[in-house]
T-cell receptor, first 114, second 110 residues
């Protein structure tokens, strides 16, 4: 089984709809991240969480919110989706007993906003 | 402002060629530099570098960091079609924030 899972894997929605992307991990890591990837722009950090009670904004948090329901779960919400939020979204984790900088990525969610 | 710049943006080579990918950076409170390979899915970890001048190797891939000149290179020797991917460089700073470059797209043709 994959260590970091994301649901859904693909989603097409309309402008103005509320969307939630979910991430679960079985690695026992404290730190979780949400990124979006756009062609030519690389990976950009949306939000990150160092533990259940710690949530931090990243580079591009406007239009997004997150919830850390448990150590293993980190959800990303688009309250009112707009077309320029069409992108590939990745969840990642880091932590554990090894060097904490290595990140482990989920498979990604491809979101299209019409 | 913290930034990570990768070059070239894209590269096309023939199988067997050697390639060098570059990552230069400006990050306060630097902690580590990481290289990832991304094919048609999520990025996978390749190397993490924290000290200047120490080469990390894994098969045909190697990487080295120069903390004085603020850059790292990723070398791939005897390239194969399976090396075709986007290679991402990321920096971490104290506070565990990650900064990614835009990536270098490598295409290896038979």
């Amino acid at each position: 089984d994959a260590d970091v899972t994301q649901t859904p894997r693909n989603r097409i929605t309309k402008t103005g709809k509320r969307i939630m992307l979910e991430c679960s991990q079985t690695k026992g890591h404290d730190r979780m991240y949400w990124y979006r990837q756009d062609p030519g722009l690389g990976l950009r950090l949306i939000y990150y969480s160092f533990d259940v009670k710690d949530i931090n904004k990243g580079e591009i948090s406007d239009g997004y919110s997150v919830s850390r329901q448990a150590q293993a779960k980190f959800s990303l919400s688009l309250e009112s989706a707009i077309p320029n939020q069409t992108a590939l979204y990745f969840c990642a984790t880091s932590g554990g007993t090894g060097w904490i900088d290595t990140q482990y990525f989920g498979p990604g969610t491809r979101l299209t906003v019409l | 402002e913290d930034k990570v710049v990768q070059s070239p943006l894209s590269l096309v080579v023939h199988e067997g060629d050697t390639v060098t990918l570059n990552c230069s950076y400006e990050v306060t409170n630097f902690r580590s530099l990481l290289w990832y390979k991304q094919e048609k899915k999520a990025p996978t970890f390749l190397f993490m570098l924290t000290s200047s001048g120490i080469e990390k190797k894994s098969g045909r891939l190697s990487s080295i960091l120069d903390k004085k000149e603020l850059f790292s290179i990723l070398n791939i020797t005897a390239t194969q079609t399976g090396d075709s991917a986007i290679y991402l460089c990321a920096l971490t700073r104290s506070g565990n924030q990650f900064y990614f470059g835009t990536g270098t797209s490598l295409t290896v043709i038979p």
